[in-house]
């Protein structure tokens, strides 16, 4: 249910095993089954699915997809790619390089929240004080513990509903929902725009240079986005693609995909450099996308240990207007 940093490096390590066996010249069964012997739990067991799939006759990429929602729908749709280009060991590293950044990234994140959380749970261990100073008066401890426990357990609740609903196996209807929803937060809606589009650029040059055919290029690469808004855009604009319409034509309609992106999408295609001009894309939006998330990781911690700080100080104010109100009844 939880991601953590340790499950993102064994999805890298996985990849990274497979692109190296792969650029030796090993072929994609003896490389599964290489790997399959070395891991346990959840790969040994998937990997042994994909293999057996792989032994009745399917392709790699019928193999993965076979197996559900273990893979992320990204990770199918450039396996499956790779698999049609010849280029699996490329895409292996390429998809070994995005979870170990993501990894990084997570790690960053959850040491910078540390401290934030810490202080947070030790105010309301503090505050109110009346409870505290009550510890071990007139069952004091059982009003203690009631009294944290209505906090900290509605807390913890949200926090799971939340790492619950904005997880990618829930249905097409809520992820649209979820995605209208973090495009209203400034920081959040500008990193999720450059991810996505950079998904996109990576998949439909990995899909246009494995020769699929440009209609099903953009199917596919708007599948990989995860993005419930470029998937809309792109279903709308396929009938205008079947009816000869060229893509950079049906973008210049659509506001989904930013000016860059349309401009020099429409370069490549006049030009005949598609795949190079998509490989720049991706190249560009990764950076854009890894920056913003670099700045989310330093300025959640920041802005969680502001609020804590606030509510602290609120209650410490509070505190000593109640001892002052109190003296000054007592002086009168």
Not at 63 to 80: H, K, Q, S, Y
Not at 153 to 178: D, N, T
Not at 190 to 217: F, H, P, W
Request: net charge positive.
């Amino acid at each position: 249910m939880i991601i953590t940093p340790g499950q993102l490096t064994r999805r890298a390590d996985f990849y990274f095993q497979l692109a190296s066996l792969q650029s030796a010249g090993v072929p994609i069964i003896q490389a599964l089954e290489m790997v399959r012997s070395s891991r346990g739990g959840t790969y040994r067991r998937e990997v042994g699915h994909i293999l057996s799939y792989l032994q009745q006759g399917c392709t790699l990429g019928d193999a993965v997809e076979r197996t559900g929602n273990w893979l992320p729908a990204f990770d199918r749709a450039l396996i499956n790619a790779g698999e049609k280009s010849g280029r699996l060991d490329t895409t292996f590293r390429s998809l070994g390089d995005y979870y170990t950044e993501k990894a990084s990234m997570l790690r960053e994140l959850i040491s910078g929240m540390a401290y934030p959380i810490f202080v947070l749970h030790l105010a309301v261990l503090i505050f109110p004080t009346s409870y505290l100073t009550r510890l071990f008066w007139n069952n004091g401890v059982q009003d203690f513990v009631l009294q944290k426990a209505a906090i900290l357990i509605p807390a913890y609740l949200l926090l799971f509903i939340g790492i619950y609903a904005f997880q990618g196996s829930r249905g097409e209807h809520w992820r649209s929902l979820l995605e209208r929803l973090t495009y209203a937060i400034p920081l959040v809606a500008g990193t999720r725009r450059d991810l996505a589009m950079a998904r996109l650029s990576g998949a439909l040059e990995a899909l246009l240079s494995a020769g699929v055919n440009i209609i099903q290029a953009w199917e596919l690469a708007a599948d990989a986005t995860a993005s419930a808004r470029i998937k809309r855009a792109v279903t709308a604009a396929v009938p205008k693609m079947e009816a000869g319409v060229v893509p950079s034509e049906t973008l210049n309609h659509s506001t989904v995909f930013p000016e860059l992106f349309r401009s020099l999408y429409k370069t490549g295609e006049i030009s005949g450099q598609l795949d190079a001009t998509l490989d720049r894309l991706r190249k560009h939006y990764e950076e854009q996308a890894s920056l913003k998330l670099r700045n989310l990781a330093n300025w959640t911690p920041k802005l969680v240990f502001l609020c804590v700080a606030l509510g602290v100080g609120y209650s410490i104010i509070k505190f000593y207007m109640g001892y002052f109100d109190q003296l000054n009844k007592i002086g009168f």
